[in-house]
């Protein structure tokens, strides 16, 4: 049996990729296409994944208080938790589809760290980490909903409370700082423009308003066929 593939939907909070994600798995599965599923962090489900939560509602202190290299570590073990299921789907032959992945490591840990020569080391260290000691799947094609940090900010809001941040609606401390999450956004492009499996897709329309969600699915669709991944 071929490998099956693995596709990440990835983003800043609030940019609807829980939303893409379910609409892209109700969509292959009309298709009979055989879906997996894996939702990054696993808050609720792993003891790596509860680290994270804890660390995303303060208990280790401050967004500068906590090393990126000590806090990707806990990322890193969440999906580490989750080899397994992921292994398994690929051999499987299915389509296996994650909300967020290494990339949002790369990412908002990246722009903890602001010399450039700095962050390529800590990418590579963070590479070496997740694919080599704990040989995590690489994906086959990622998209990055694109959506600006002070939008997304509201978004967040507007989904309600959340259990890791003890049922408060509220925002964590990635989320709180909306400079840092700037940075995380130039990140993220850079990103997109270094990997050759990796595409955007832009959230606002030409004049700056929210695409509807029926139309960012229609444009994920019609970018995964042209890369021939569904």
Avoid at 20 to 25: A, F, G, V, W
Avoid at 114 to 122: I, N, S, V
Avoid at 171 to 196: Q, S
């Amino acid at each position: 049996m071929n490998r099956g593939k693995f596709i990440v939907i990835d983003g800043l909070d609030g940019s609807g990729k829980a939303t893409q994600t379910k609409l892209l798995i109700d969509y292959l599965k009309k298709q009979k296409r055989q879906v997996e599923t894996v939702d990054f962090p696993q808050y609720y489900k792993t003891f790596f994944g509860h680290l994270v939560g804890r660390y995303l509602k303060g208990d280790f202190g401050g967004l500068n208080d906590v090393s990126p290299y000590l806090a990707s570590l806990t990322y890193a073990g969440d999906r580490w938790q989750a080899k397994e299921k992921m292994e398994n789907a690929l051999k499987k032959g299915k389509i296996l589809i994650a909300n967020r992945y290494t990339s949002s490591s790369m990412a908002f840990m990246g722009a903890k760290i602001t010399k450039k020569l700095k962050r390529e080391k800590f990418f590579q260290w963070l590479t070496e980490l997740e694919f080599k000691i704990y040989s995590i799947p690489r994906e086959d094609f990622l998209i990055y909903l694109s959506v600006p940090p002070k939008i997304g900010q509201q978004l967040v809001l507007n989904k309600g409370a959340r259990k890791y941040m003890g049922n408060k609606k509220k925002h964590d401390i990635h989320e709180a700082n909306i400079k840092y999450m700037e940075t995380v956004e130039k990140v993220y492009l850079d990103l997109v423009k270094r990997f050759k499996n990796w595409d955007k897709i832009e959230c606002l329309d030409e004049k700056g308003n929210l695409k509807t969600i029926p139309a960012i699915h229609r444009e994920i669709l019609k970018l995964l066929k042209e890369k021939n991944i569904v």
